[in-house]
């Protein structure tokens, strides 16, 4: 079966720092590109940034741009997304997310919830 | 402010057709036919209906259509089911710098 996990969400203060982790099982993970995708509560879907099968190529919204990062190992199957400089605004769900077709996602975790607040 | 635009809510009756719309620009709906469409559920992950704007993946009934026009994209749901009631987001690649953007999301409500 085709899975993500994600995990590593936590309620973390302002400015501070977060990483989270992405496992993937039930398919060759090095051969797909694979994304980050937040919900902020009661908002609608945000994609935050994407990275290319081999690590050779990132992406990311200009909202994130330099305060996060995205990497993986393809050893052992996993993504992962540094969050800093953590501001409220980045309060939100965090879907790790398959990226199948052009441009689009045919696999999502169930995400894991990240919270700003002091 | 999302950079695609979809209506806020839609609704329609068991059995009748909905269309939800998503309009962008040249340099991402009507440049690119690199449109997707997904449906979310309360609590759930979202689930892709269309891709590449007119394609359904394996398992996707064929009640869910896509189409695009200039800078306008197209969710057409037919017969509608009490499950069909959701949250659907458009998203699209774009040549801007971030890549790829979603529309604010539609609530189909079934009647």
């Known amino acids: 079966e085709v899975q993500l996990v994600e995990s590593g969400g936590h309620l973390v203060q302002p400015g501070g720092s977060l990483r989270l982790s992405c496992a993937a099982s039930?398919?060759?993970?090095?051969?797909?590109?694979m994304s980050w995708v937040r919900q902020a509560p009661g908002k609608g879907l945000e994609w935050v940034a994407n990275i290319k099968y081999d690590g050779t190529e990132k992406n990311y919204v200009d909202s994130v741009r330099g305060r996060f990062t995205v990497s993986r190992d393809n050893a052992r199957n996993s993504m992962y997304l540094q969050m800093s400089t953590l501001r409220a605004e980045d309060t939100a769900v965090y879907y790790c997310?398959?990226?199948?077709?052009?441009?689009?996602?045919?696999?999502w975790g169930q995400g894991t919830t990240v919270t700003v607040s002091s | 402010q999302s950079a695609l635009t979809q209506p806020a809510s839609v609704s329609g009756s068991p059995g009748q057709s909905i269309t939800i719309s998503c309009t962008g620009t040249s340099s991402d709906v009507g440049g690119y036919n690199h449109v997707s469409w997904y449906q979310q559920h309360p609590g759930k992950a979202p689930k892709i209906m269309i891709y590449?704007?007119?394609n359904r993946p394996s398992g996707v009934s064929n009640r869910f259509s896509g189409s695009k026009s200039g800078n306008t994209a197209s969710l057409t749901i037919s017969g509608l089911q009490a499950e069909d009631e959701a949250d659907y987001y458009c998203?699209?690649?774009?040549?801007?710098?971030?890549?790829?953007?979603f529309g604010g999301g539609t609530k189909l409500t079934v009647l």
């Open positions: 998203s699209s690649y774009t040549s801007g710098s971030t890549f790829r953007v």
């Open positions: 039930g398919f060759t993970f090095s051969n797909y590109w």
């Open positions: 997310a398959r990226d199948a077709y052009p441009y689009a996602v045919d696999v």
């Open positions: 590449e704007v007119t």
